[in-house]
């Protein structure tokens, strides 16, 4: 997990279909979806060292506020 690099940002979505690509610049992928390990999108977060994670609907709420008002300047 690359979060030194320049801006390094975390992409958060609802829904994953599992042949999604992460895009440059993400250092993680946090989802309600649930990810089958040999999906393209999980082999592709191994490969590019990018830290995907899936959690239940209520923890994925709670996750995506606590980041979103982490991430508003202050």
């Not at 997990?1 to 609802?14: M, T």
């Not at 992460?22 to 830290?51: C, E």
């Amino acid at each position: 997990l690359d979060l030194e690099g320049a801006n390094p940002k975390i992409l958060l979505s609802e829904n994953l279909g599992g042949l999604e690509d992460i895009p440059q610049g993400i250092a993680a992928v946090l989802t309600r979806s649930p990810i089958d390990i040999l999906s393209h999108i999980a082999i592709r977060a191994r490969n590019t060292r990018v830290f995907l994670a899936s959690c239940d609907s209520g923890k994925f709420s709670r996750e995506k506020s606590l980041i979103l008002s982490c991430s508003k300047p202050h």
